[in-house]
């Protein structure tokens, strides 16, 4: 890494630390909002599986069965038991595809501040590993989402054609 000079020149600079001290406060600033984040992820996990498993869920339930009782599909699937598990594996589903990247999230914030604070610029490559995980892990769901709304659109599409 080189830096200019008053001549114009270039000159290196010395690895390590003191080409990371000016910018100091900016990643101390970043381990801040990543840590908010990723307590924001965790708040979202928990309201999903709250959700998942409440009273309302179950009132529900039981609100539509009493007045939908005697509804079945055309090869008899009972639509609101189907209706009760899917009102439970949704928000688990979510609450377990979002868990990762926010658990992620939070390891790098937390290592990038105990770098920080000790000033170990050899941790400062670990740090980003973490955050490059939490990036790949992010692209997996993305690319997991797009494919699954592909094949439902698929099915949709295909449904609509033959008429089912």
């Not at 998942?52 to 509804?71: C, G, Q």
């Not at 594996?89 to 926010?102: E, R």
Request: aromatic residues 18%; positive net charge; glycine residues 6%.
């Amino acid at each position: 890494m080189a830096s200019p000079t008053s001549g114009g020149a270039l000159e290196p600079q010395p690895a390590g630390w003191p080409a990371i001290a000016p910018r100091r406060q900016l990643l101390r600033q970043i381990a801040k909002w990543a840590k908010l984040l990723a307590i924001m992820g965790f708040i979202l996990v928990a309201y999903w599986v709250i959700k998942a498993f409440t009273f309302n869920t179950f009132l529900d339930d039981f609100l539509i069965r009493r007045s939908l009782y005697e509804l079945k599909g055309p090869i008899g699937i009972d639509y609101t038991t189907t209706g009760l598990i899917l009102r439970i594996t949704g928000p688990l589903f979510k609450a377990t595809l979002y868990f990762l990247p926010s658990w992620y999230l939070y390891r790098f914030s937390s290592t990038l501040k105990h770098v920080l604070v000790n000033e170990e610029h050899a941790g400062l490559e670990v740090t980003f590993f973490k955050l490059n995980s939490f990036f790949k892990t992010c692209v997996t769901i993305a690319l997991a989402l797009i494919g699954y709304y592909g094949l439902y659109l698929f099915f949709f599409i295909l449904s609509h054609i033959l008429n089912l």
